[in-house]
């Protein structure tokens, strides 16, 4: 069973510009959450998606957004970039709501804003 | 608000040895808690969970244990080899509704040969 896929796995922009990160979930997943890690802040929840619908937003400006597919798969969005933005994006996934389950995380997609 | 801190951030041992890394979190109303290991430009695995009504878990030479009234969980590893060498992190589900984990800031462990 293929892992959590994330594209691309690096990415290097300018101030200013957007971008847009994809992932795909193990197959028959639902729920897809994102995760940015920085070396001073650590790991911190961005938003989570469960069938297309967003249940739960982190605490980060309205420049992040992200939506779900109906194969489940997500991408993420983040306008205007910042060199604050340089960061590790983890996309994970779990069978339903992840509760009681164990989350699957991807290799991560390493983003740097110069 | 859920906090998570793991002590120590760095630790270095000899291969072969027992050791023991912490994790404490300040809310007690906690779901489940997960240790992760990641390897260095890379995503986290996940190595144990503990439901909230469980005390442990195990898997080969981990085990990990759970304190919900005092706020705090152990990762024990056995035997440790080099290739144990990771950052290990855990984190807490933080309830009903917020569908997110809380993460510790991890302990990054040196296995020396």
Known sequence: KAGVTQTPRYLIKTRGQQVTLSCSPISGHR????????????????????????????????????????NSRSEMNVSTLELGDSALYLCASSLDSGSYEKLFFGSGTQLSVL | KQEVTQIPAALSV?????????????????YNLQWFRQDPGKGLTSLLLIQSSQ??????RLNASLDKSSGRSTLYIAASQ??????????????????????????KLSVIP
């Open chain 2, 14 to 30: 000899p291969e072969g040895e027992n050791l023991v890394l912490n994790c404490s979190f300040t809310d007690s109303a906690i």
């Open chain 1, 31 to 70: 729920s897809v959450s994102w995760y940015q890690q920085t070396p001073g802040q650590g790991l911190q929840f961005l938003f989570e998606y469960f069938s297309e619908t967003q249940r739960n937003k982190g605490n980060f400006p309205g420049r992040f957004s992200g939506r779900q597919f109906s």
């Open chain 2, 82 to 107: 080099p290739g144990d060498s990771a950052t290990y992190l855990c984190a807490v589900w933080a309830g009903a509704g917020s569908y997110q984990l809380t993460f510790g800031k991890g302990t």
């Open chain 2, 55 to 60: 005390r442990e878990q195990t898997s080969g």
